[in-house]
């Protein structure tokens, strides 16, 4: 096993994001775009969902459904891989936010979260990142909220934030 993939489910080196949520209407509605356009460039995406029923939206935005528990899918993060997680879910669970911050402050791990709904202890220390939108995760995204019965516009941005600056990371003296 290197870093929670076996080589036999192919390429070592393939881009692998876990998400972890606990809605996913709030992912597809927030962050949709962004995970189709990474499924599209390449990268595995794994979706952790408590109590997934329909994973229609996801595998419309190329994403899997996994039913690991968040302890194991956080384990699992690759050194080399990326992490994104709901702002709501990071304020609710102090044992998913204590092992996310612990990957944010790990070199090469990306982490990223969306939402509004923070823990406190953040406070204004995360960047917000636009990401624009292609075309086809426009079109994909609108499928996604179809399928997960949501009425809502698809916009040409969507926000997320970078949980692995410097910010959270501890200071050395030099």
Same mark, same amino acid.
Request: proline share 2%; net charge negative.
């Given at each position: 096993m290197v870093d929670g993939a076996l080589a036999a489910d192919g390429p070592v080196n393939h881009h692998r994001l876990t998400i972890l949520t606990d809605s996913l209407s709030e992912l597809v509605g927030l962050a949709g775009g962004w995970v189709f356009d990474r499924a599209r460039?390449?990268?595995?995406? #794994?979706?952790?969902?408590?109590?997934?029923?329909?994973?229609?939206p996801l595998a419309i935005l190329g994403a899997n459904a996994v039913d690991d528990s968040a302890e194991t899918v956080l384990r699992e993060v690759p050194?080399?891989?990326?992490?994104?997680?709901?702002a709501k879910l990071l304020r609710e669970d102090p044992r998913v936010r204590a092992r996310v911050f612990?990957?944010?402050?790990?070199?090469? /791990? $990306? /982490?990223?979260?969306?939402?509004?709904?923070?823990?406190?202890?953040?406070?204004?220390?995360?960047?917000?990142?636009?990401?624009?939108?292609?075309?086809?995760?426009?079109?994909?995204?609108?499928?996604?909220l179809a399928?997960? $019965?949501?009425?809502? #516009?698809?916009?040409?941005? $969507?926000?997320?934030?970078?949980?692995?600056?410097e910010s959270l990371r501890p200071l050395n003296p030099v």
């Open positions: 460039a390449g990268w595995d995406v #794994n979706v952790r969902i408590e109590g997934c029923g329909d994973a229609r050194r080399d891989g990326a992490l994104a997680v709901s612990e990957l944010a402050k790990r070199a090469g /791990v $990306e /982490v990223m979260a969306w939402g509004d709904d923070w823990p406190a202890e953040l406070g204004s220390r995360i960047d917000p990142i636009e990401h624009r939108l292609s075309v086809a995760a426009r079109a994909f995204k609108a499928h996604a399928a997960a $019965e949501l009425d809502q #516009n698809v916009g040409a941005t $969507e926000t997320l934030f970078d949980l692995a600056t």
